[in-house]
T-cell receptor, first 114, second 113 residues
Framework: DTGVSQDPRHKITKRGQNVTFRCDPI?????LYWYRQTLGQGPEFLTY????????KSRLLSDRFSAERPKGSFSTLEIQRTEQGDSAMYLC????????????FGPGTRLTVL | AQSVTQLDSHVSVSEGTPVLLRCNYS??????LFWYVQHPNKGLQLLLK??????LVKGINGFEAEFKKSETSFHLTKPSAHMSDAAEYFC???????????FGTGTKLQVIP
């Protein structure tokens, strides 16, 4: 399967712990996006990369959040000192070219902070 | 800045009747507009997109949408609903360039047999 993959699919953690999620985009896609989706809401933009460069970050991405895409391929999203409000579905998407192009979404990582 | 408003959080139709999901947008630039669908426990999938070509856009599964600049709308329609259309639908605006995309809050479509 050459779609977008995310790992893990589910993560349960205790408040205060750090978590890291991984996203593997479609191999030739140069853009990679992270979103957060809570129940009853649409995906909210967190950040995106063009190749290895992080071009924009949302105000939602507090200093506890950090994302990397070190070689322009896979990306990681780390949340430090998790809070209950971080509980959500974290979605990754990739696209070829600019935001006018279709984004292909992964299945998401569901985070539950106890 | 851009925004997108989905006017109905829930829409219920009978199988075989038309579907109308409404979307209004605001953008400082000439936007691209998309509709994505999310089936339960499945990833988001593109239904169709408008990128300044034909104003009537046809997508997958019989859906289409019309871009109306004067009304700043991009409503999604389908002539005849099928049970498999039951899902959540998101309208998305992209102002282009290096600007981020913005999702609407979604419309849940229920199809009654």
């Amino acid at each position: 399967d050459t779609g977008v993959s995310q790992d893990p699919r589910h993560k349960i953690t205790k408040r205060g712990q750090n978590v890291t999620f991984r996203c593997d985009p479609i191999s030739e896609h140069n853009r990679l996006y992270w979103y957060r989706q809570t129940l009853g809401q649409g995906p909210e933009f967190l950040t995106y990369f063009q190749n290895e460069a992080q071009l924009e970050k949302s105000r939602l991405l507090s200093d506890r959040f950090s994302a990397e895409r070190p070689k322009g391929s896979f990306s990681t999203l780390e949340i430090q000192r998790t809070e209950q409000g971080d509980s959500a579905m974290y979605l990754c998407a990739s696209s070829l070219g600019g935001p006018d192009n279709e984004q292909f979404f992964g299945p998401g990582t569901r985070l539950t902070v106890l | 800045a851009q925004s997108v408003t989905q006017l109905d959080s829930h829409v219920s139709v009978s199988e075989g009747t038309p579907v109308l999901l409404r979307c209004n947008y605001s953008s400082s630039y000439s936007p691209s507009l998309f509709w994505y669908v999310q089936h339960p426990n499945k990833g988001l999938q593109l239904l169709l997109k408008y990128t300044s070509a034909a104003t009537l856009v046809k997508g997958i599964n019989g859906f289409e949408a019309e871009f109306k600049k004067s009304e700043t709308s991009f409503h999604l329609t389908k002539p005849s609903a099928h049970m498999s259309d039951a899902a959540e639908y998101f309208c998305v605006v992209s102002p282009g360039g290096y600007q981020k995309v913005t999702f609407g809050t979604g419309t849940k479509l229920q199809v009654i047999p």
